[in-house]
């Protein structure tokens, strides 16, 4: 069942307050392999901060997905500033786009990432490709 | 950086081991990261790594070429492929190449070729970092 079409434009609830700490930062980047060196955190990291809106949304059960089949399609971020050690961070997620290809739906969202100040840090744009049941994967 | 500029290949190792760690560091613990039985349940040839992992690899590489964390101003890419983690200790080998296209007051527009075997797992993977 495709999902409801008033879920563009929609803005969900900011998400709670993610205090980036050393030992957070250093677990991701020896994760892929980096040694944290006490600077900027690793470009992706933000996205631990995005996908907790990402999971909201697609938990909300308004929303109608199946988070069994959701793919990720895309990822882009944009940066005002990298991510440091004691930020407070927050992820205001807003449904872009939404449109029907083949039977799935091609969720664009946007995580508008701010810190304890509400000052912009990065943006995440992420697409989602949520597959009708009858779609062959 | 020149515009032409073709940066030096990085060679990665990824693991099920580093899956693992990566599912607990990022929070996504989708279970096709990490369980062979889910993973072929949904369609999968095996336990793929998460495509932000890969993306992470592409940052990784750019942190290389620029001498430190920091410098990158927008990074995007498409999921195309996956990239498959066999259940061994010798792991999966992703390569990471860059070329600088341009260099403008915005910064240094880089191109990215990120592959696993003969395959390209990332589609159109780019950044601009600070000039």
Redesign the interface.
């Given at each position: 069942m495709p999902v409801d079409a008033s879920l563009a434009g929609r803005t969900f609830p900011p998400t709670a307050p993610y205090t980036v700490t050393e030992e957070?930062v250093r677990?991701?980047a020896?994760?892929?392999?980096?040694a944290y060196?006490g600077?900027?955190?690793?470009?992706?990291f933000p996205?631990?901060v995005a996908?907790?809106a990402m999971?909201a949304l697609m938990e909300d059960p308004s929303v109608g997905i199946a988070l069994?089949r959701v793919?990720?399609?895309?990822?882009?971020?944009?940066?005002t500033r990298?991510v440091a050690v004691g930020d407070e961070l927050t992820a205001e997620l807003t449904v872009d786009s939404l449109r029907q290809i083949g039977g799935a739906d091609i969720i664009g969202t946007r995580s508008e990432i701010t810190d304890a100040e509400g000052r912009p840090v990065c943006t995440a744009?992420a697409t989602l490709v949520h597959r009708g049941e009858d779609t062959p994967? | 950086m020149n515009t032409g500029d073709v940066l030096p290949e990085q060679t990665y190792t990824v693991t099920r081991a580093d899956l693992v760690r990566y599912a607990g560091a990022s929070g996504d613990r989708n279970p096709i990261h990490w369980s062979e039985r889910v993973a072929t349940s949904v369609g999968l040839p095996g336990v793929i790594a998460h495509g932000m992992y890969t993306m992470a690899l592409a940052a990784r590489a750019l942190d290389t070429w620029a001498d430190g964390p920091g410098k990158v101003r927008e990074l995007s890419c498409k999921f195309t492929k996956p990239v498959v983690v066999p259940d061994d200790d010798t792991g999966v080998t992703v390569r990471v190449k860059g070329t600088v296209k341009q260099v403008t007051d915005a910064g240094t527009h880089v191109a990215l070729e990120v592959t696993c075997g003969d395959e390209k797992v990332l589609g159109q993977p780019k950044a601009v970092l600070v000039a």
């Amino acid at each position: 069942m495709p999902v409801d079409a008033s879920l563009a434009g929609r803005t969900f609830p900011p998400t709670a307050p993610y205090t980036v700490t050393e030992e957070r930062v250093r677990e991701f980047a020896a994760a892929t392999g980096s040694a944290y060196d006490g600077g900027a955190a690793p470009a992706t990291f933000p996205i631990v901060v995005a996908f907790g809106a990402m999971t909201a949304l697609m938990e909300d059960p308004s929303v109608g997905i199946a988070l069994h089949r959701v793919v990720h399609g895309e990822q882009r971020f944009t940066y005002t500033r990298p991510v440091a050690v004691g930020d407070e961070l927050t992820a205001e997620l807003t449904v872009d786009s939404l449109r029907q290809i083949g039977g799935a739906d091609i969720i664009g969202t946007r995580s508008e990432i701010t810190d304890a100040e509400g000052r912009p840090v990065c943006t995440a744009f992420a697409t989602l490709v949520h597959r009708g049941e009858d779609t062959p994967s | 950086m020149n515009t032409g500029d073709v940066l030096p290949e990085q060679t990665y190792t990824v693991t099920r081991a580093d899956l693992v760690r990566y599912a607990g560091a990022s929070g996504d613990r989708n279970p096709i990261h990490w369980s062979e039985r889910v993973a072929t349940s949904v369609g999968l040839p095996g336990v793929i790594a998460h495509g932000m992992y890969t993306m992470a690899l592409a940052a990784r590489a750019l942190d290389t070429w620029a001498d430190g964390p920091g410098k990158v101003r927008e990074l995007s890419c498409k999921f195309t492929k996956p990239v498959v983690v066999p259940d061994d200790d010798t792991g999966v080998t992703v390569r990471v190449k860059g070329t600088v296209k341009q260099v403008t007051d915005a910064g240094t527009h880089v191109a990215l070729e990120v592959t696993c075997g003969d395959e390209k797992v990332l589609g159109q993977p780019k950044a601009v970092l600070v000039a």
